[in-house]
């Protein structure tokens, strides 16, 4: 794919805020093209830990940084009525003065939100179908100023959207896929997909081959619809065990981006270090080996 390397960084939100601060201004510093934050109501592994609310702490974020990009990773869509998802995501736009991007899942069915709140926890074919709706009410709402939407889940009448974002047609969508229903939306309204490889103790090897399997797949939806599938850039949250040693060394990290590089990956986007010890080989990797990697692929 004729695309540009893109590196990103995610930040749990279970720090003080002005260690967000300082973590988030510093990605920025060392040249990262975008820094991300989660969208749970807790931690679902860790539920008893200190949490932030994702797009409140995005909205905050937005005003303490200048340049890069930022983002959910991805928005769980029943936290949220569609269209309400929609003036979140304008609003935060023109706080960042256009820098959103809009990522947008499923959610999951083992989150303890569901019984916390008080919220249905959809069974699988309905939570694909009512992601469906939401994806098409949210790419409707940020490229129009009046919408109406008449679902089988969701419906809308004479929705207004002034003003409209400052990103034209829309903010880019960033949809997280892996299943073959979820990954034929990404196909038809995604700007970005991005693949989550397995379950945190998934080997290296499958997270690779799955992701591998699932790229290809989303080629074969896209010339369905007709869609050049070199429009839609792939993209890949670094987990697991990759996760936890990627910023060991700058061999490591070399050798996880050339892995995914290799079957289609142009996005990466990797967990701040987990330990103190890391950031040091974090920050050399920032400043030389991902400009050297930029040079190898041909991007500026």
Same mark, same amino acid.
């Given at each position: 794919?004729?695309?540009?390397?893109?590196?990103?960084?995610? @930040?749990?939100?279970?720090?003080?805020w &002005? %260690?967000?601060? *300082?973590?988030?201004?510093?990605? *920025?510093?060392? #040249?990262?093209?975008?820094?991300?934050?989660a969208?749970h109501f807790?931690d679902p592994?860790?539920p008893n830990t +200190?949490?932030?609310?994702g797009?409140t702490?995005l909205?905050?974020?937005?005003?303490?940084?200048?340049?890069?990009?930022?983002?959910?990773?991805?928005t769980?869509?029943?936290?949220?009525?569609p269209a309400?998802?929609?003036?979140?995501?304008l609003?935060?736009?023109?706080?960042?003065?256009g820098?959103?991007?809009?990522?947008?899942?499923?959610?999951?069915?083992w989150?303890? !939100?569901?019984?916390?709140?008080?919220i *249905?926890?959809w069974?699988?074919?309905?939570?694909?179908?009512r992601?469906r709706?939401v994806?098409?009410?949210?790419?409707?709402?940020?490229?129009?100023r009046?919408? @109406?939407?008449?679902?089988?889940?969701?419906?809308?009448?004479d929705?207004?959207?002034?003003?409209? +974002?400052?990103?034209?047609? =829309?903010p880019?969508?960033? /949809?997280?896929? !892996?299943?073959p229903? !979820?990954? &034929?939306?990404?196909?038809?309204?995604?700007?970005?997909?991005?693949?989550?490889?397995?379950?945190w103790h998934?080997?290296p090897n %499958?997270?690779?081959g799955?992701?591998?399997? =699932?790229? &290809?797949?989303?080629? #074969?939806y896209?010339?369905?619809i007709?869609?050049?599938?070199?429009?839609l850039r $792939?993209?890949?949250?670094?987990f697991?065990?990759?996760?936890?040693?990627v910023?060991?060394?700058?061999?490591?990290?070399?050798?996880? !981006? *050339? =892995?995914?590089?290799?079957?289609?990956?142009?996005?990466?986007?990797?967990?701040?270090?987990? $330990?103190?010890?890391?950031? +040091?080989?974090? %920050?050399? /990797?920032?400043?030389n080996?991902?400009?050297?990697? =930029?040079? %190898?692929?041909g991007c500026h």
């Amino acid at each position: 794919m004729n695309q540009e390397l893109r590196f990103g960084v995610i @930040t749990v939100q279970n720090r003080p805020w &002005k %260690k967000q601060v *300082e973590r988030w201004q510093l990605i *920025e510093s060392l #040249g990262f093209d975008s820094v991300w934050v989660a969208d749970h109501f807790v931690d679902p592994y860790e539920p008893n830990t +200190p949490w932030f609310e994702g797009w409140t702490l995005l909205a905050a974020l937005a005003n303490q940084t200048n340049r890069i990009r930022i983002g959910t990773l991805v928005t769980s869509i029943p936290l949220r009525n569609p269209a309400m998802l929609a003036r979140q995501a304008l609003t935060v736009d023109h706080i960042s003065n256009g820098r959103l991007e809009l990522g947008l899942g499923t959610g999951v069915s083992w989150d303890p !939100v569901y019984s916390m709140i008080g919220i *249905e926890n959809w069974p699988p074919q309905e939570r694909v179908a009512r992601f469906r709706q939401v994806v098409e009410i949210v790419d409707q709402c940020l490229r129009n100023r009046i919408t @109406t939407y008449k679902g089988q889940y969701y419906q809308l009448q004479d929705t207004i959207m002034i003003p409209l +974002p400052i990103q034209q047609p =829309r903010p880019p969508i960033t /949809i997280g896929a !892996v299943g073959p229903l !979820v990954l &034929k939306i990404a196909a038809r309204y995604a700007d970005t997909w991005n693949s989550v490889p397995g379950e945190w103790h998934t080997s290296p090897n %499958k997270m690779l081959g799955d992701t591998c399997r =699932r790229n &290809k797949l989303l080629d #074969g939806y896209c010339e369905e619809i007709g869609r050049d599938p070199q429009t839609l850039r $792939r993209s890949l949250l670094v987990f697991g065990s990759e996760a936890e040693t990627v910023f060991n060394s700058a061999d490591a990290f070399e050798a996880v !981006v *050339e =892995r995914y590089r290799n079957v289609g990956i142009t996005e990466f986007i990797f967990y701040y270090p987990f $330990r103190d010890e890391q950031l +040091p080989v974090f %920050k050399q /990797i920032a400043r030389n080996v991902i400009p050297k990697l =930029r040079t %190898k692929h041909g991007c500026h």
